[in-house]
């Protein structure tokens, strides 16, 4: 069974903090995402990974980075960390053969103040 | 890259069939249609695939055109457990960098009883 973990459930920061979340996924796939949700917006794409230390950004990738230096492991960064930051995170892994069937962590709500 | 358009919401009874469509004219040659279930506070669970014609799984059956400009994801006799949110997201299975996957809006379906 798939098991998609993120570092916390809920986070609260402040403005201009540096915030690191992280995911780390027990399949050993190749391909890791991280998206946001917001309501009214459904979920976009932030930046995703098909390799170690292979990126790629998604459609909101402004305020964000990542780092993929080992293959179960995909930390989202926050570098200054603003108001408008504050959303649920959530972070995904699947093989690329099958990139369309995604396996989702318990998502991290961070509020920033 | 193709967009996806679905009904915001939807009501429905238990013992109901209930019957989402997604729009997607824009779909490309090599694209699939996924569908994941959301239920609040966890993160997105994949549903079923599929490239044409009708698939069905022991959750749901989901059923595109010949023209592929449309599918819909056809859940039987539903109960209050169903209620959550429904995506519709269209993309290549891809590998490496050859493309990404989006998320339609989500169609929030509530099952009264």
């Known amino acids: 069974d798939v098991k998609v973990t993120q570092s916390s459930r809920y986070l609260v920061k402040r403005t201009g903090e540096k915030v690191f979340l992280e995911c780390v996924q027990d399949?050993?796939?190749?391909?890791m995402f991280w998206y946001r949700q917001d309501p009214g917006l459904g979920l976009r794409l932030i930046y995703f990974?098909?390799?170690?230390?292979?990126?790629e950004k998604g459609d909101i990738p402004e305020g964000y980075s990542v780092s993929r230096e080992k293959k179960e492991r995909f930390s989202l960064i926050l570098e200054s960390a603003s108001t408008n930051q504050t959303s649920m995170y959530l972070c995904?892994?699947?093989?690329?053969?099958?990139?369309?069937?995604?396996?989702f962590g318990p998502g991290t709500r961070l509020t920033v103040l | 890259l193709a967009k996806t358009t679905q009904p915001i919401s939807m009501d429905s009874y238990e013992g109901q069939e209930v019957n989402i469509t997604c729009s997607h004219n824009?779909?490309?040659?090599?694209?699939?249609i996924t569908w994941y279930q959301q239920f609040p506070s966890q993160g997105p669970r994949f549903i079923i695939q599929g490239y044409k014609t009708k698939v069905t799984n022991e959750v749901a059956s989901l059923f595109i055109p010949a023209d592929r400009k449309s599918s819909t994801l056809s859940l039987p006799r539903v109960s209050l457990s169903d209620t959550a949110v429904y995506y519709c997201?269209?993309?290549?299975?891809?590998?490496?960098?050859?493309?990404?996957?989006?998320f339609g809006q989500g169609t929030t379906l509530q099952v009264k009883p």
């Open positions: 995904a892994s699947s093989q690329p053969a099958e990139a369309a069937t995604q396996y």
């Open positions: 990974s098909y390799d170690v230390k292979m990126k």
């Open positions: 399949m050993d796939h190749e391909n």
């Open positions: 997201l269209v993309g290549l299975p891809f590998s490496s960098n050859t493309g990404k996957l989006i």
């Open positions: 824009n779909i490309a040659t090599n694209d699939y």
